[in-house]
């Protein structure tokens, strides 16, 4: 599929739809993402711990998901390091980042479409979840 890729921290970010102006980060134009080999796992359950991304050496702009760095080698593309995420839209990329436990200022560009009020209400809902599941409440 043709796509958006932001390169945004620690994650590769696809999106379907054209992140800018809400994304300030660099934007590469028209990729594509094959991930096709991942669709049963993903629906399944059967997620891969070993999950990566690479890059096809004849074709900078081909990117593909693999259930492991093995199945990237054998394949014959170059690793991409990244977390990597495949997303409808960059405010969908914002809610699972912070439901990861990412915490965004509300000085933040990502955030032009949140009021500060919204940001710090959701910041402070991430740091609390944070807290609880790391038992220091």
């Given at each position: 599929?043709?796509?958006f890729?932001?390169?945004?921290?620690?994650?590769?970010?696809?999106?379907?739809?054209?992140?800018?102006?809400?994304c300030?980060?660099?934007?590469?134009l028209?990729?594509?993402?094959?991930?096709?080999?991942?669709?049963?796992?993903?629906?399944?359950?059967?997620?891969?711990?070993?999950?990566?991304?690479?890059?096809?050496?004849?074709?900078?702009?081909?990117?593909?998901?693999?259930?492991?760095?093995?199945?990237?080698?054998?394949?014959?593309?170059?690793?991409?390091?990244?977390?990597p995420?495949?997303?409808?839209?960059?405010?969908?990329?914002?809610?699972?980042?912070?439901?990861?436990?990412?915490?965004?200022?509300?000085?933040?560009?990502?955030?032009?479409?949140?009021?500060?009020?919204?940001?710090?209400?959701?910041?402070?809902?991430?740091?609390?979840?944070?807290?609880?599941?790391?038992?220091?409440?």
């Amino acid at each position: 599929m043709s796509t958006f890729l932001v390169r945004y921290s620690h994650f590769l970010v696809f999106v379907d739809q054209d992140p800018r102006p809400k994304c300030e980060s660099p934007v590469e134009l028209s990729v594509r993402l094959d991930d096709s080999a991942l669709s049963e796992e993903v629906v399944s359950g059967n997620w891969s711990a070993g999950i990566c991304v690479g890059v096809d050496p004849a074709d900078s702009r081909h990117y593909k998901i693999f259930p492991s760095m093995g199945n990237r080698a054998h394949a014959g593309f170059r690793q991409v390091v990244g977390v990597p995420v495949v997303v409808r839209d960059w405010i969908d990329f914002l809610r699972v980042a912070a439901d990861c436990g990412e915490v965004f200022d509300s000085g933040d560009t990502l955030f032009m479409d949140r009021s500060a009020e919204d940001t710090k209400v959701l910041n402070r809902k991430t740091m609390e979840s944070l807290r609880s599941d790391l038992g220091a409440v």
